[in-house]
Nanobody, 124 residues
Framework: QVHLVESGGGLVQAGGSLRLSCAAS????????MGWFLQAPEKEREFLAV????????YYADSVKGRFTISRDNAKNTVYLQMNSLKPEDTAIYYC?????????????????WGQGTQVTVSS
């Protein structure tokens, strides 16, 4: 089992920044691909970003490329999502997730463990 806890969400004005953290406990953190997803009100949960086990490979959804950065610190068992130039349409619940697949995946079906989510609200 891997237990994931997100933090860092909150209310921010458009154009501002937030950094989300996701702390993992349980099995060896560095064994897992880590991803961030979001779920906006009345919408399906969707992929945002993923980072490889070493942190050397990252993929992003087109909507956040150039604005968001995913990173991880395996010594701290934590994955981060730095969010800059936030827009009102970024308002959502943000989830981190862990995957045991051999490659960084954008598919929710490949993720075994999920956090409870953290709310991000961007005001205009």
């Amino acid at each position: 089992q891997v237990h994931l806890v997100e933090s860092g969400g909150g209310l921010v004005q458009a154009g501002g920044s937030l950094r989300l953290s996701c702390a993992a406990s349980g099995r060896t953190f560095s064994n897992y691909i880590m991803g961030w997803f979001l779920q906006a009100p009345e919408k399906e949960r969707e992929f945002l970003a993923v980072v490889s086990r070493s942190g050397g490979i990252t993929y992003y959804a087109d909507s956040v490329k150039g604005r968001f950065t995913i990173s991880r610190d395996n010594a701290k068992n934590t994955v981060y999502l730095q969010m800059n130039s936030l827009k009102p349409e970024d308002t959502a619940i943000y989830y981190c997730a862990a995957s045991s697949t051999p490659y960084p995946s954008r598919s929710q079906r490949d993720y075994n463990y999920w956090g409870q989510g953290t709310q991000v609200t961007v005001s205009s």
